[in-house]
């Protein structure tokens, strides 16, 4: 088994974009604030159409807010 | 608190009283040994039987608009939990009265609908207690 890990910069990125509350990026991407906090907390990782609507809210590219890192990388 | 949250508090809150008034109703019945008891079964089977089928078509409408997919992912982790906790209780139930008693022993009737409401209460219960402990170890930080 493979340690494959998605870390994210969602927090920091709130911050940078005129410091959006959980609740304000919730409710822009459609989930409620308890995923945010699982999401950047590194315990959930979200779905291909939830990054991407993750991304548009901070006007980034998917890369920019998620990072992959595998064995191999 | 989500909405799945207190979809869970309010189905274990009504599974539970639910649950004892069916338990219940089977063992008064069961120890008085009324003849009649027709009209009381309808009055408990049918709402149970059909209420299944209108739960999940309800639920199933109301998980994909109301909950957002990490919920989606819990609700269907809870439904598994739920499913090896009933599989669980129906091995025991099922099995201890075979091994305590014997194989050529006999039970008394009232013990099929009790495991049958039992069934459908444990069900429940460990589905709703799942949905609780899952959201509140991911909310720890919150």
Known sequence: MGSDRLSNKVRRLRFDNGELTQQQLADKVGVTRQTIIAIESGRYSPSLPLAFKLARAFGASIEDVFQFEDEQT | ?142
């Open chain 2, 1 to 142: 608190m989500t909405k799945l949250q207190k979809s869970a508090w309010f189905n274990l809150a009504g599974i539970t009283v639910l649950g004892i008034i069916g338990v219940a109703a089977i063992l008064y019945m069961a120890k008085t040994n009324t003849r009649g008891v027709e009209y009381v079964l309808i009055c408990i089977f049918v709402p149970v039987l059909v209420s299944p089928g209108l739960y999940i078509y309800c639920r199933k409408k109301s998980i994909e608009s109301r909950f957002d997919e990490r919920e989606r992912v819990i609700h269907s982790r809870s439904l598994m939990v739920a499913a090896f906790g009933l599989t669980i209780f129906l091995a025991c139930v099922c099995m201890l009265p075979f091994f305590v008693l014997g194989g050529q022993n006999v039970i008394k009737v009232y013990y099929l609908p009790l495991i049958f409401f039992s069934a459908l209460f444990i069900a429940q219960f460990v589905h709703s207690a799942a949905i609780l402990v899952m959201c509140a170890l991911e909310d720890d930080d919150g």
